[in-house]
């Protein structure tokens, strides 16, 4: 179909050099440029408009997605780095006590608060042994029970290595865990 | 053509605008838009994540960085070594690399590496104190070895830097010299006393207390005991006495270790294949910077002084002053720095009647005795030997105002249920004391008494202006008892007739603590009591030198009934302000942290400070101090000898001076100066003098290189004596230097040949004619023995006739030279002065037999080496010096200089046989019997025994250590046990103060910490953080 550049009206067949024979009505012939292709442009601007709308709307909730999960990461790695300090904080312990899987993070008075939805816990605690205290630094992380096995039995030249890792709450694209490791000395700096 | 006529041409119509499509433009545009806007703020999102990602990288090497650093810290402050300026290990001025890190969680580990600077005054002693060795007592023992000489012939692998234990008996005895460490009496003491050494920190890290390279021996019986606060590291274990015991005589904290070498199962641990001079052990005896003063830094870092930059010129050493003495008239005499040969001058002085005080000034003082048979002995009675910069006292012949005299009690008696002697007390502000335990019922009252001042104030003193008494003391509040005063002190004069002095220990603003110590304010008693007491005080002329000695203090604390209270006497001490001549106290006459002394020990010298019994009125302090060429404070250094090489420490490379000259030379000896005789023998001269090895005509290498085929021919027939005489001129014209010099060694070679059958010549003689008195020597004189007397050459060649040299000149060392004979030359009454030297001549005479025939003798060369030392110039230690074996149940070791000819008084060495038994008189130190002895610095004598013995020596021989060849103590204790050695805790330190550098893998800086330590009480007891910045310098 094309419109007449005229007057709209569709011309749907007929001689359209019939305005040269007597008789026949005068009508102006529109020029070249004025001729439409409005349906062909219609028609290509549905769909790239649909294209372009379903790309946006896609984009938007893939956005809208990431958004959430950096939001989630970036509390979550805010949440791991403050339970880390809070660790870090927290006086040098040895030893899990009975019944608690780990020297540190047992005592509710001393929860760090850490928000709904994210479970941060303690996942690993190493001992540092020197190869030789009386020589260098060199040593190794030996891993050790939480309550130290027997009595006797654990060798503690004051340094640890504490695992922390944190586990997010199920959100748009499921859970994640974030883990860092920390070394705690017997004695902490004073800043 | 137009059909019709004129045709009007159609109209052209415009078209409308808006009525043209552009829709098609439009969308394109909006898509772009849309997509660019989409494509932003996905890589917006992007970008966040990213950022994120970035940001949790870093916070996670944040957390690395900082665990690497806490890794780094925690291994720092647990050694307090570390951290140390000029300590040398890590994190000092020579070494910042502490290493790598591994952190992060497991399977993730990630490497950081950190270092450490640390601050330019980063554990330094405060105040100029000098610093503490490593060990409290390393003693490095002797070894079998050809001793320290550095001669040139020694075999390879002989260590020059070990004493001098020869093998002359190892081929037949047990290969062990001397003990490193002996704790006992001697054999001819009884067996009551105890020896008792108590060491340093014991600090987890700490170096050993005691390092012994040789045998730690604590003989059973009595209280014997080794008491050390940390690590005991000996060589040898050897039974039955030469040995460490741990659980039996021995208390210790740490560690006894063998090191791998030992082989304790074996009666002799060290086997004599084991490699002499290889011992790891004496890698720390050579890191001491054991330099002189004056000796340049050390400037290549390697801890050792370097002998390329010895600028102390042994020939010019200034001599010091020794102060004349009035008996019954000079009270006090000064010693100026310099050059001391003459140990009866000092003799004189310390021994005069009436003198009390003798004052070192601070400087180095050389020493340098002829003859160890004249040590610097004893000191008289009541006599003070002070060596340093006065500690409140002011040097003066008169009377002066003296200010802050420091009187210390001796004694103690405790009383009721009181009193466990802690360690060192009476040091104020200390951290142990007297343990006053009071229990039971009732409310009783314990106490402890404290008497005895010694240094007293003199008796001519007057004028008191100030008598305070310092106390400190820790009281737990149920032994306060306010209504009854008590804790309190009451305080006593003896003879004053003044009774007791009651003064009640108030709360101040201190605050009473069961572990807190409190100085209390001081006392005043000036005026008198300042409590409830004294009534006569004033009206009895006060305070005067007698009421000031006899002062009595006791502490009485009382508890709470049915309480147990456990208080602490801390320290107590008087101090006193007056007009009068200098008493100095002791410990403290001196001042450590200002200019000390340093008592340099050549040649013979020894320090034999023995008394007779139990006189414990004399007393000798020297303080060292930190100086730019010594950190230790050695205020006694011993000198050993020709120490080091090349690549080693050097301390005194022997200034010898090596003058050789030769029959056939062109230059010597002067026309004239030869003198051929011989009935019937006829002399001439043959050949060229040449110069063979080309370094001229008086190289410095000489020997069998000098024949040269040049000489002196005697032909004759039959029975002749042919006699070639040299006459040596003047040496002082040819080498000024040897003017008034000491002859060390002369050696006399005769290069010849005999032509003829064998048998047909009897013997060849060589004679010393001397000048100025000396005797004439012959080689065929009673004393020679065979072996070592010049032979018929029997070779076409002719032989080199070499006497007194280490080596045989056919071949390489000689394993048991005759010493004492071959050294005559230089050391008997021959060609001992350059006196006996200069024109003295030399001659060599052939003798041919009955036998009918021709005789014809060359004589290639003479030669003369001597070896001289400059007027003046030092001498190393030399001579008996040794005290007793390793291993008492063999006796059978070998200790002495073969230098030294004295078999008199050299240890186990009679002539060419080894002795047995203790040999007191043979060490370098001798301390015995009541004088005491404390050098507030270090000892340095790695080539001597000490032997200190002292009675009740109320404070530590050495504060800073001890590194020595032997070291016998015993009967160190009395009621205020401190140590023997070391304690050097009492130099105040400065904190140590660092920065730690985290890098990663790539060398990219992480962070950078700087931290304080508060080494105060223990080592980094706090460590505090100044500054934390992260890469670029963010905080």
């Not at chain 2, 050949?687 to 005509?697: N, Q």
Request: hydrophobic share 35%; charged share 20%.
């Amino acid at each position: 179909m094309v419109r007449d550049g005229a007057d709209n009206a569709p011309v749907t067949g007929g001689n359209r050099s019939g305005g040269h024979g007597p008789g026949s009505a005068r009508r102006a012939i529109p020029p070249a440029d004025e001729r439409g292709a409005t349906l062909v442009e219609v028609v290509l601007t549905v769909i790239l408009v649909g294209l372009v709308v379903v790309t946006l709307v896609s984009a938007l909730f893939t956005m809208t997605v990431t958004s959430d999960r950096h939001r989630r990461l970036a509390v979550a790695d805010a949440e791991l780095r403050r339970y880390a300090e809070w660790l870090r904080a927290r006086p040098y312990v040895v030893c899990a006590p009975a019944g608690h899987t780990s020297p540190y993070g047992f005592d509710a008075l001393d929860d760090p608060g850490v928000p709904a939805g994210l479970t941060a816990r303690v996942v690993g605690v190493e001992l540092f042994r020197y190869d030789d205290p009386t020589e260098g630094l060199a040593g190794e992380w030996v891993a050790v029970a939480p309550d130290c096995g027997a009595p006797g039995g654990q060798v503690d030249e004051g340094l640890q290595r504490v695992v922390v890792e944190l586990e997010s709450g199920a959100g748009a694209d499921g859970s994640f865990t974030r883990t860092v490791s920390l070394v705690k000395r017997t004695t902490e700096l004073s800043s | 053509m137009r059909p019709g006529g004129a045709r009007r041409p159609p109209a052209r119509t415009r078209a409308r605008r808006g009525e043209r499509g552009s829709t098609l433009v439009f969308v394109p545009v909006m898509i772009v838009v849309v997509a660019v806007a989409g494509s932003a703020l996905l890589e917006l999102q992007q970008v966040g994540l990213q950022a994120h990602r970035i940001e949790s990288d870093r916070r996670v090497e944040d957390l690395d960085a900082e665990s690497a650093i806490a890794m780094a810290l925690h291994g720092v402050r647990t050694r307090p070594d570390w951290g140390v300026v000029t300590a040398g290990g890590p994190c000092s001025e020579l070494d910042h690399d502490l290493g790598t890190f591994r952190v992060g969680p497991d399977g993730e580990d990630r490497e950081i590496r950190v270092e450490c600077e640390p601050a330019a005054t980063s554990g330094l002693p405060a105040s100029g104190a000098p610093d503490v060795l490593p060990n409290a007592v390393f003693t490095v023992g002797g070894a079998t070895g050809f001793g320290n000489e550095g001669h040139p012939v020694d075999p390879p692998g002989d260590d020059d830097a070990l004493p001098f234990c020869h093998d002359w008996q190892a081929a037949t005895s047990n290969p062990v010299c001397e003990a490193g460490l002996y704790i006992g009496p001697r054999e001819d003491q009884g067996t009551s006393m105890g020896g008792v050494l108590v060491g340093a920190t014991g600090a987890a890290g700490d170096p050993p207390v005691v390092r012994s390279n040789s045998s730690v021996m604590i003989r059973p019986g009595g209280d014997r005991r080794l008491s050390v606060g940390g690590d005991v590291v000996a060589r040898w274990e050897c039974d039955p006495e030469g040995r460490v015991r741990a659980g039996y005589a021995a208390t210790m904290s740490g560690w006894v270790l063998h090191e791998t070498w030992d082989n304790a199962a074996s009666l002799h641990c060290l086997s004599p294949s084991a490699g002499r001079g290889s011992e790891a052990a004496l890698t720390d005896y050579r890191r001491y910077p054991h330099r002189l003063a004056g000796w340049a830094e050390d400037d290549d870092g390697d801890g050792r002084g370097d002998p390329s930059e010895v600028v102390i010129d042994t020939a010019t050493l200034p001599n010091g002053s020794t102060p004349t003495c009035v008996p019954g008239v000079t009270k006090v005499a000064k010693f100026s720095p310099g050059y001391y040969a003459d140990p009866a001058a000092i003799n004189t002085v310390v021994q005069c009647s009436g003198i009390e005080l003798v004052w070192f000034e601070p400087g180095t003082y050389y020493f340098d005795f002829p003859s160890a048979a004249v040590p610097w002995a004893l000191p008289g009675p009541n006599v003070q030997i002070v060596g340093g910069t006065p500690n409140g006292w002011t040097y003066t012949t008169g009377a002066a105002a003296q200010a802050d005299k420091l009187m210390v009690p001796q004694a103690t008696s405790a009383t009721s249920n009181c009193c466990a002697a802690l360690e060192y007390m009476f040091d104020i502000d200390s951290y142990s004391g007297y343990a006053v335990r009071n229990s039971g019922d009732g409310t009783a009252t314990a106490s402890v008494t404290f008497t005895g001042f010694e240094t007293p104030v003199p008796s001519g003193a007057a004028a008191f202006t100030e008598v305070t008494l310092d106390f400190a003391h820790a009281a737990p509040s149920r032994a306060i008892d306010y209504d009854t005063g008590y804790p309190r002190l009451v305080i006593s004069s003896s003879g004053s007739g003044w009774g007791d002095c009651v003064v009640p220990l108030t709360r101040t603003a201190a605050v009473y603590t069961e572990d807190g110590t409190i100085a209390q304010p001081p006392i005043t008693l000036t005026g008198g009591c300042p409590g409830t007491g004294w009534s006569s005080f004033a009206s009895s002329g006060g305070w005067n030198p007698a009421r000031l000695n006899g002062l009595r203090v006791e502490y009485q604390m009382r508890r709470a009934p049915g309480q147990t209270a456990v208080g602490q006497v801390d320290g107590l001490r008087v101090r006193v302000d007056y007009t009068g001549r200098p008493a100095p106290s002791y410990p403290g006459g001196c001042d450590p942290t200002r200019a000390g002394v340093q008592f340099v020990l050549g040649g013979e010298t020894r320090l034999a400070w023995n008394a007779a019994s139990g006189d414990t009125t004399r007393w000798i302090e020297l303080c060292g101090s930190r100086t730019a060429t010594d950190k230790y404070g050695f205020a006694i250094y011993a000198l050993p000898e020709s120490y080091g090489r090349a690549g080693e420490a050097n301390l005194v490379p022997p200034p010898s001076v090596v003058e050789t000259r030769e029959l056939a030379g062109t230059q010597y000896p002067a026309p004239g100066g030869v003198t051929a005789s011989g009935t019937g023998v006829t002399w001439t001269q043959y050949g060229t003098p040449a110069d063979p090895d080309g370094a001229g005509p008086l190289p410095a290498a000489h020997g069998l290189q000098r024949v040269d085929g040049a000489g002196w021919r005697a032909t004759w027939s039959g029975s002749r004596t042919a006699t070639l005489r040299v006459r040596l001129p003047d040496l002082a014209a040819i080498e000024p230097s040897i003017a008034n010099a000491r002859i060390e060694r002369v050696e006399l070679r005769v290069h010849h040949r005999e032509q003829g059958a064998a048998g047909v010549y009897s013997k060849v003689v060589a004679r010393v004619y001397p000048q100025a008195g000396g005797s004439t020597w012959a080689s065929d004189s009673p004393g020679v023995p065979a072996a070592l007397r010049p032979a018929v050459s029997g070779a076409a060649g002719g032989v080199t006739w070499a006497f007194g040299r280490y080596d045989d000149p056919a071949g390489g060392p000689r394993p048991n030279p005759d010493w004492p004979v071959e050294r005559v030359l230089g050391r008997g009454n021959h060609l001992n002065t350059p006196a006996r030297l200069s024109g003295a001549d030399l001659e060599v005479e052939f003798q041919s037999s009955t036998a009918a025939g021709d005789r014809l003798v060359e004589v290639d060369s003479i030669e003369l080496r001597v070896e001289y030392r400059p007027a003046r110039s030092l001498r190393p230690l030399r001579g008996c010096l040794t005290t007793r074996v390793a291993d008492l149940s063999t006796v059978e070791a070998v200790g002495v200089d073969r230098d030294f000819t004295g078999s008199a008084d050299a240890a186990y060495i009679a002539g060419n046989s080894i002795a047995t038994g203790d040999h007191q008189a043979c060490p370098l130190l001798v301390i015995e019997n009541g004088p005491k002895l404390h050098v507030a610095g270090s000892i340095f004598a790695p080539t001597a025994a000490l032997d200190v013995r002292g009675d009740d020596n109320d404070a530590p021989y050495a504060l800073g250590g001890v590194v020595a060849r032997h070291v016998t103590i015993f009967r160190n204790t009395n009621a205020r046990q401190h140590p023997a050695f070391g304690g050097g805790g009492e130099f105040q330190r400065l904190d140590r103060e660092m920065t730690f550098r985290a890098y990663d893998a790539g060398g990219r800086l992480l962070a950078t910490q700087h931290v304080v330590c508060d080494d105060t009480d223990r080592p980094c007891a706090t460590a505090r953080t100044t500054s934390y910045r992260r890469r670029d310098g963010a905080p």
